[in-house]
């Protein structure tokens, strides 16, 4: 038995007795924290793991809680209605502001929750049928299968198994297919989407799963207190969800319950303490709440569970073996026209930074696309595959006009890329990170995950993933973090989660740049591998030597526009290219 | 409606779109400079009012003791560093600085308030107070974080929201305060009474954003604050410090903050939490100016101001509700002219 489950097994039988044994006011603190949890849960996956950041969680708690209250003591529905009611309420409204703040850059989420928060508090607070600022009271209990659940005491039970249902969801949901686009979407958004993920969705659906948890504490706050005023749900109380899952930290999905822990007994504590040491009656708590927050993320960022995770190592998962592997697309037979660049053109205003380039490699072939700095290389690369749309010609994919199409689409076409910085998620394993290449070779979504119902699948796409490791020579590093690879190996990693994706064209972006000799080797000895195999590979370099010993053909381009094309020997005597690169002499 | 009423509203509306239209100035400014999104700003509207009422009061205010404790944290983080990088030189001017000077204004404050001195004394030695706090709170909260993310800074300036209105409870207690008018004169303009307040604040207003045009278009300092904005890196190998262009515009913030506190002071009682609506109206305005542009920024909270009056009129107990929830309309307006979704730093 691991040291986390034991932990785990002390904190179970705690929760289990603490009704029988404990005096009702810890009772009343805990089911306070388990509440908390739920929503600082949400706020771990939003901003700790995915990178968006929301102060308006109170809100959603607060659409839970109103919700059920309105419709319980005005219409008499059951508790158990109101519950799907409240969720559903919450659903449609996240979305909505999900959809029109996610698409913008990352700080309007927070400013647009802080206002809609405020919004809302005034709206509770205002409603006549809500009522108003003293808000609603005697609401039913909630009746679980016979049990009249009418006190603190009973109550925990039902708060708890909901509080780590959410918790077991949102890591079951952290370790798959969808949680590793999800844990890409923080620093790695250019990537994922190059991979299949369609990362505006991702934002929407965590922003979404946040809200519901939120509107579940809701719920269940407006039953165990049967009343219901504005105050809980204000924006303070929202800042103060934020801080729980900033001290608890991304690091574990048990960050949120240490976090809403501390933060609810620190807040007890000061709230008795401090009226008194101040000689006046006011939340001077926000003081040292502040203060705190500062300084935590001033000398520890990343929260308190860093430092505690580290005693509870989790062992390396074995690969479970696969019956049926994922299967592959139809390859083109060796020597079919791949791809073909026809006067694609590229103007930055009036900057051409592709001037009618024209050129076209057929399939197995190894083509070098070469130049001096700022000739367009790395334009042609984007506008490939698509981060980058042309302003005139046309790009041509297995005989479909490919420049109008996101890189999403382009990469659902069969073209993997890497990256001329590694664009890695350093935190992730080799393995995670190179199972992202296979994303969209998966189809199982959020709820499945959140379910662990996709495990056949997910052992696919591991294997897949372990597959590619070998097959590039990294299998001894499976279980390694990738940003404790070399640059080297990082740069083949990218290459195996290209591969991942099972593409017909390989697009490598500079793989040689930063290099060592001995890397260069094992490197262009990989190429040749794949290339014997069958795939097909398109360079951008700038190492010569490299470049020369490996490719079949070669395209220098310089100032937007192709100068040369032919094989390696042809080009290396080429009187222009030579001009181009080492200067003429007039 | 009459047209008299429509008139009154204008007025009204325009006196507090000014104020709102002073602090999303601020708001640009700063997040230009420093890529903050200086929440606090409406905790210095708070404490230039607070402050200002208590000098007309003749009490001694908070303030004047809050500026020494931060001045103190200041100083023990200068101090600290100072000694462990070597520098004893600079030793003298950080106690000068973060020591005598917060006392000496003490003092000062402490024997002056009691004597009710004239208004535009009263209303120096609040910026005095209050201003000083602006680049102390920089040098405490953000300085050693100023490579840090746009968002990782907004949760920085949400717990230093957090931490300022819990400081103006301790020193400002919890009851609200409202100063006289600057000017009881009335005029009359056609069917409308234009109340000589509004044309202060009006006035103000424009006299400060002309100033901050000048700052900006012929002072070196402004012009090193409008490079630094536009290229961090380039500005600061020209020899643009960060920390001096952070510190500059959040003396700005606060500056424009306190005088936003003495203009509001008046016109509505203020409490110890007031300051973060008014702050976030203007924000309202400078986010349709997706934060960069000064022109629409200022021209948003003009509108901020109008539609909050007209609420006030229509529907005055979703006044909030309104001007709050007009930033969903902007966002849809932001997010279908937004071009593509942009990556994310870090």
């Not at chain 1, 057929?362 to 490939?384: C, D, Q």
């Not at chain 1, 010609?393 to 005989?399: A, D, L, Q, T, Y």
């Not at chain 2, 305060?177 to 103000?204: C, E, H, M």
Request: hydrophobic share 55%; proline share 4%; net charge neutral.
């Amino acid at each position: 038995m691991t040291r986390a489950r034991f932990v785990l097994g002390v904190f179970l039988a705690f929760m289990l007795v603490a009704p029988l044994v404990l005096p009702e006011f810890q009772i009343t603190l805990l089911n306070y924290i388990g509440l908390y949890s739920m929503v600082a849960l949400g706020l771990v996956l939003l901003t700790g793991v995915g990178g968006l950041t929301s102060f308006g969680q109170a809100a959603f708690v607060g659409l839970g809680a109103y919700t059920t209250a309105y419709l319980t003591t005005v219409h008499g529905f059951s508790p158990w209605l109101t519950l799907l009611g409240g969720l559903a309420l919450t659903f449609v409204i996240s979305v909505f502001l999900g959809f029109i703040s996610l698409r913008l850059s990352g700080h309007y989420l927070p400013l647009g929750t802080i206002a809609w928060g405020i919004s809302l508090y005034f709206l509770f607070g205002n409603m006549e049928f809500l009522g108003g600022h003293t808000g609603i009271s005697s609401l039913p209990p909630i009746n679980f299968f016979g049990v009249v659940l009418d006190s603190g005491r009973k109550f925990h039970y039902l708060i708890w198994t909901l509080a780590l249902l959410a918790l077991l969801s949102i890591y079951n949901l952290l370790d798959s297919r969808s949680g590793r686009a999800i844990r890409a979407l923080k620093g790695g958004g250019l990537m994922a989407e190059s991979f299949g993920v369609d990362t505006a969705r991702m934002k929407i659906i965590i922003f979404v799963y946040a809200a519901l948890l939120a509107s579940l504490s809701g719920w269940l706050y407006a039953h165990l207190l049967r009343f219901v005023n504005p105050t809980p749900f204000s924006i303070n109380a929202g800042i103060e969800y934020l801080f729980m899952a900033v001290v608890g930290g991304a690091a574990s999905v048990w960050g949120a319950v240490i976090g809403a822990g501390i933060l609810t007994i620190l807040k007890q504590w000061l709230q008795d303490l401090l009226p008194r040491l101040l000689g006046q009656s006011g939340n001077f708590e926000m003081i040292v709440f502040g203060v705190l927050l500062v300084l935590l993320l001033q000398r520890a960022r990343d929260g308190i569970m860093p430092l505690v995770i580290h005693h509870f190592p989790e062992p390396n998962k074995p690969l479970v073996s696969v019956t049926h592997a994922l299967s592959m697309r139809a390859r083109p037979n060796v020597g079919e026209n791949l791809l073909e660049l026809k006067a694609t053109r590229k103007a930055f205003g009036g900057l051409l930074a592709v001037n009618d380039l024209s050129f076209s490699m057929n399939s197995g072939e190894i083509l070098g696309l070469i130049g001096p700095n700022g000739a367009g290389k790395s334009t042609v690369f984007n506008l490939v595959t698509g981060v980058l749309q042309a302003t005139g010609g046309e790009v041509i994919f297995r005989g479909e006009r490919i420049n109008t199409l996101s890189s999403r689409a382009i990469a659902a076409r069969g073209m993997a890329r890497t990256f001329q910085q590694v664009h890695l998620l350093p935190s992730m394993s080799v393995l995670e990170n190179v199972a992202i290449g296979a994303h969209r070779r998966g189809e199982k979504g959020v709820v499945s995950a959140a379910l662990h119902l996709e495990r056949s699948e997910e052992a696919q796409l591991l294997a897949e993933a372990a597959r590619q490791i070998g097959r590039v020579g990294l299998g001894e590093s499976l279980n390694e973090q990738a940003g404790n690879l070399a640059l080297g190996q990082q740069r083949i990693l990218e290459i195996a989660r290209a591969l991942c994706a099972d593409p017909v064209l390989l697009l490598l972006d500079e793989p040689a740049a930063g290099l060592r000799y001995q890397e260069k080797r094992s490197l262009a000895e990989l190429l040749r591998k794949l290339k014997s195999e069958g795939m097909s590979v398109l360079l951008v370099e700038h190492d010569m030597d490299f470049v020369m010993k490996l490719v079949d053909r070669l395209v220098v381009m310089d100032f937007g526009e192709k100068l040369a094309e032919g094989l390696p020997q042809e080009i290396q005597s080429n009187p222009v290219v030579l001009e181009a690169y080492l200067g003429g002499v007039k | 409606m009459n047209a008299e009423i429509a008139l009154f509203l204008i007025q009204d509306g325009l006196t507090n779109g000014a104020i709102y239209a002073l602090l999303a100035l601020a708001l640009v400014l700063v997040f230009a400079v420093t890529r903050v999104i200086f929440i606090p700003q409406g905790e210095f509207v708070t404490y230039g009012a607070l402050t200002l009422a208590s000098l007309q009061l003749g009490k001694l205010p908070g303030t004047a003791w809050l500026l020494l404790g931060v001045g103190l944290a200041v100083a023990i983080v200068e101090l600290t560093q100072s000694l462990y990088l070597g520098a004893a030189q600079r030793i003298p001017a950080i106690v000068f600085k973060y020591i005598v000077a917060p006392v000496g204004l003490l003092w000062l404050t402490w024997w002056a308030a009691p004597q009710k001195p004239a208004l535009t004394f009263q209303i120096f030695l609040t910026l005095g107070l209050v201003v000083p706090l602006g680049p102390m709170v920089y040098r405490l909260a953000y300085q050693p974080l100023a490579n840090a993310s746009v968002l990782v800074l907004l949760i920085v300036s949400v717990a230093v929201h957090f931490a300022m209105t819990g400081l103006g409870l301790v020193f400002f207690g919890a009851e609200g305060s409202r100063t006289p008018p600057f000017s009881d004169a009335q005029f009359k303009l056609g069917v409308l009474n234009v109340s000589g307040q509004s044309l202060w604040v009006i006035g103000a207003s424009i006299g400060l954003i002309v100033a901050l045009y000048f700052f900006f278009e012929r002072t070196i300092y402004g012009k090193a604050l409008r490079a630094t904005a536009i290229n961090r890196v380039g500005a600061r190998l020209v020899g643009v410090s960060p920390a001096m262009a952070g510190k500059l515009s959040f003396t700005l913030a606060a500056l424009i903050g306190a005088l936003s506190g003495i203009l509001v002071a008046p016109i509505t009682t203020i409490y110890y939490d007031s300051g973060f609506l008014v702050g976030l109206k203007g924000f309202v305005g400078a986010i349709m100016g997706g934060l960069v542009s000064y022109p629409v920024a200022a021209a948003g909270a003009l509108l901020v101001g109008m539609l909050e009056a007209y609420s006030s009129f229509w529907a005055s107990a979703y006044k909030e509700v309104i001007v709050f929830t007009l930033i969903i309309p902007v966002l849809v307006w932001r997010s279908i002219t937004a071009r593509h979704i942009e990556e994310e730093e870090e």
